[in-house]
């Protein structure tokens, strides 16, 4: 099975390349190669504001020459992918909200916490007010509820911060949705993100070269 990577920004560039005659809907989406009709391919879309993949399977439904010299393909996707298919379009990846409400800014703090064999160490990429993801090569469970401690620059006293493991990237880390955090806590929480929305840009969102996304 073939393999197309496509970069979309947030659930809006879905939206623009959907295709809703297809019976089980489906994407318009670029390539340099003249695949087949019928043809089965696996749609990786790289969701950049979720920091994400989903991976779509879908059959080639038709093809074009474009102006520009690549291919337009109409991927319908199989049955097998409705549950994922209904999450993007209706703003919902693994239970977050694709058009983000907080901005994330990239940051490394040292994030400490344990589980039932070990007591880890990790750092941040980047945080919000409603989350945070953590750089680890081992993950926790999905779903699963994490207390752990995050270290601001400075302080003695670390942040104790509670969530749920929302997502989770394979080798690379997973993101936590804060849950349940003490009035205090939330207090430090608050103003250290704040301190990062006055002397940090926005988490940037760098497109690669090879981006198959459409305009």
């Not at 295709?19 to 696996?42: K, N, T």
């Not at 209706?90 to 239970?95: E, P, Q, R």
Request: overall charge neutral; glycine content about 8%; some cysteine.
């Amino acid at each position: 099975m073939r393999s197309i990577y496509v970069e979309l920004r947030d659930r809006r560039d879905f939206l623009a390349c959907y295709l809703s005659d297809p019976p089980h809907g489906g994407m318009v989406v670029r390539s340099q190669e003249a695949l087949s009709e019928g043809e089965l391919l696996e749609l990786n879309l790289r969701l950049l504001d979720l920091d994400q993949e989903v991976p779509m399977r879908g059959l080639v439904l038709w093809r074009r020459m474009s102006d520009a010299g690549f291919f337009e393909l109409g991927v319908g996707f199989l049955a097998t992918e409705a549950v994922k298919r209904e999450e993007l379009l209706t703003g919902t990846v693994d239970g977050i909200y694709s058009e983000r409400r907080e901005k994330r800014y990239s940051v490394s703090l040292k994030v400490t916490y344990e589980t039932a064999s070990d007591f880890i160490i990790d750092y941040t990429r980047n945080i919000s007010s409603g989350g945070i993801f953590i750089t680890s090569k081992s993950s926790p469970t999905l779903n699963s509820r994490l207390s752990f401690r995050l270290h601001p620059p400075g302080d003695v006293e670390p942040i104790q911060v509670c969530g749920h493991v929302a997502w989770i990237k394979k080798g690379q880390g997973f993101g936590v949705r804060f849950r349940d955090i003490d009035l205090i806590e939330q207090e430090r929480l608050d103003k250290l993100v704040g301190h990062f929305s006055t002397s940090t840009p926005r988490y940037p969102m760098a497109l690669a070269a090879h981006s198959l996304r459409p305009d």
